[in-house]
């Protein structure tokens, strides 16, 4: 991710939208499908924090990330059991954690399958791996390589590398299904050619009530997720369990 894109995260992160929303998501299907009372999770691809921060309310976090920028603005949240290291290798041991979290972390990698491994080793027997993603290709645009990513998924893609890797999928679907709409308006919008500047993020200023209001919506989709998963949507969610 471009250095200025840490920035801009860390300045947002904690009342943005888009983030908060993310990380009450999280925290809803952490609550849902993982049983441990003292839970340990793996933070993979942390960023500059503030869902490592989110998770260690629930229980120990290990927050691992490549960037040396990421994991400087995660210690300044308080966090302390910071790795730097690569989901395709992390140095950990196998069984180690009840949970891997890696929100937005898939489509960075040149070989996301071997991610999924290692998720699936550092878990224990009956552990989940919570992933999201960014869905849909033809929604490509300056935000995607701003943000480095390599691929955009379909919920089917994940199901494969599950079964590829031996998770079995706990719960597969999608988010921020009620702004897929406004997506495709943009999308008609979009120029044909990406600007001639460094590519910016597509993460746009809104004023507070529009802030909170996006939020109240977020949290009624998420109520959503109990009834089954949703057929389209900004982001794929998968919860994929190690078998026991």
Known sequence: MNPAEYER??????HYWWFVARRELVR?????HVRSTTPT?????????????ELAR????IALDSSPLALR???SRGLSNLIRGRAESIPLPDSHC?????????EHLDDDRAALAEFRRVLKPGGHALITVPAFSFLWSEHDVALMHRRRYVARQLATLAARTGFEPRYLGYALSFLFPLALVRLLKRPTRLPARVPEAQIQPVPGWL??????LQRIETSLFRLGSLPWGLSVVAVLRRPP
């Open 98 to 106: 009840d949970a891997v979290i890696a929100t937005d972390v898939l």
């Open 73 to 75: 603005a995660s210690a």
């Open 211 to 216: 802030n909170s209001a996006l939020i109240r």
């Open 41 to 53: 999770f793996l933070d993979v691809g942390c960023g500059t924090g503030a869902t490592a921060q």
């Open 28 to 32: 809803t299907l952490v609550r849902r």
């Open 58 to 61: 629930i229980g120990q976090v």
């Open 9 to 14: 995260m860390f300045a947002l992160e904690d």
